[in-house]
């Protein structure tokens, strides 16, 4: 499903295809095993393509898509009023284990 979902036409014999199939099935294998809401999933699904379009598109280093990764998680396990982020929908728990999945 994942695979017509992102629109892959040449998986059989494109490694790059291949390559990102298995990056975003095992980050949403591994995202259901953490038992993540549907809302938690899908932030968790752009979270990782966010990551990946730092480093294809703009080219950031590692260092810099870490810093980056701090940015979109700041605020969690603040209130509403205190949230900088748009990823809330985390517990300070789950920001955590998802920084260590990263």
Known sequence: ????????????TSLKEATLLDYYTAG???????NFSL????AFMD????????LRDKHMTLGDN????GKAMAGI??????R???LGVFSTDQA????DYL
């Open 28 to 34: 949403f294998w591994w995202a259901k095993e953490m």
């Open 96 to 99: 955590k284990a998802v920084i």
């Open 66 to 69: 870490i810093m980056e990764l």
């Open 47 to 54: 979270l990782l393509n966010f990551l990946l379009e730092n």
């Open 77 to 82: 396990g603040k209130t509403d009023s205190e």
């Open 39 to 42: 809302m938690q999933l899908s």
């Open 1 to 12: 499903k994942l695979e017509e979902f992102l629109n892959f036409k040449e998986l059989k």
């Open 84 to 86: 900088s982020g748009d």
